[in-house]
């Protein structure tokens, strides 16, 4: 039990599109999800707390327009990356909290060209 | 002083001897420690939680948590191989509905065969 599926796991996309990636929980109910950002050799840096059915709270420094948080379901989050430059490039990971605790998604590569 | 520290090692054993990974933390509220292991260009998957004083142990890994102290470790016994990640040391501060962790840059370990 306890799986999270979040695609895609890997996305290339030119500088100033957008690009929206989903994190599902296939098995239990999520009523918390969290959006991770990962630069290489770096540890997890949290960028917001998504809650379902209400505005997602964002770290400090994190830009909440640029990064656009919804949490419709129990068991679906999605972060869209709006106008995407190259330093966004970086590996973004969700997690999902349930009754087993904190379960990871696999990750999603993003590349900005 | 960081929320979470971690020697960013690496840490090199040799194959079958014991591994100890430490973790140490400022926020005295910190009520629930975690251990995630992470390969190279993948999510963090969780090993084992600890939320009280002393040890705790499953399989080849023991959790050492000494709140007193604010020091939590790991312990990987008969270290493989197939060991060689990184580990997240992460904590939860308790309380409300503050679920989110905080993670440690994690220390390398390299278990040479």
């Known amino acids: 039990g306890a799986v999270v599926s979040q695609h895609p796991s890997r996305v290339i996309c030119k500088s100033g599109t957008s690009v929206k990636i989903e994190c599902r929980s296939l098995?239990?109910?999520?009523?918390?999800m969290f959006w991770y950002r990962q630069f290489p050799k770096k540890s997890l840096m949290l960028m917001a707390t998504?809650?379902?059915?209400?505005?997602?709270?964002?770290e400090q420094g994190v830009e909440k327009d640029k990064f656009l948080i919804n949490h419709a379901s129990l068991t679906l989050s999605t972060l869209t990356v709006t106008s995407a430059h190259p330093e966004d490039s970086s590996f973004y990971i969700c997690?999902?909290?349930?009754?087993?605790?904190?379960?990871f998604g696999s990750g999603t590569r993003l590349t900005v060209v | 002083q960081k929320e979470v520290e971690q020697n960013s090692g690496p840490l090199s054993v040799p194959e079958g001897a014991i591994a100890s990974l430490n973790c140490t933390y400022s926020?005295?509220?910190?009520?629930?420690f975690f251990w995630y292991r992470q390969y190279s260009g993948k999510s963090p998957e969780l090993i084992m939680f600890?939320?009280?004083?002393g040890d705790k142990e499953d399989g080849r890994f023991t959790a050492q948590l000494n709140k007193a102290s604010q020091y939590v470790s790991l312990l990987i016994r008969d270290s493989q191989p197939s060991d060689s990640a990184t580990y997240l040391c992460?904590?939860?501060?308790?309380?409300?509905?503050?679920?989110?962790?905080?993670f440690g840059k994690g220390t390398l370990l390299t278990v040479n065969p």
């Open positions: 997690s999902a909290r349930g009754a087993l605790g904190y379960t």
């Open positions: 098995d239990f109910q999520a009523t918390t």
């Open positions: 998504s809650n379902e059915g209400s505005k997602a709270t964002y």
């Open positions: 926020d005295r509220g910190s009520q629930s």
């Open positions: 600890i939320y009280s004083n």
């Open positions: 992460a904590v939860r501060r308790g309380g409300g509905s503050n679920y989110k962790l905080t």
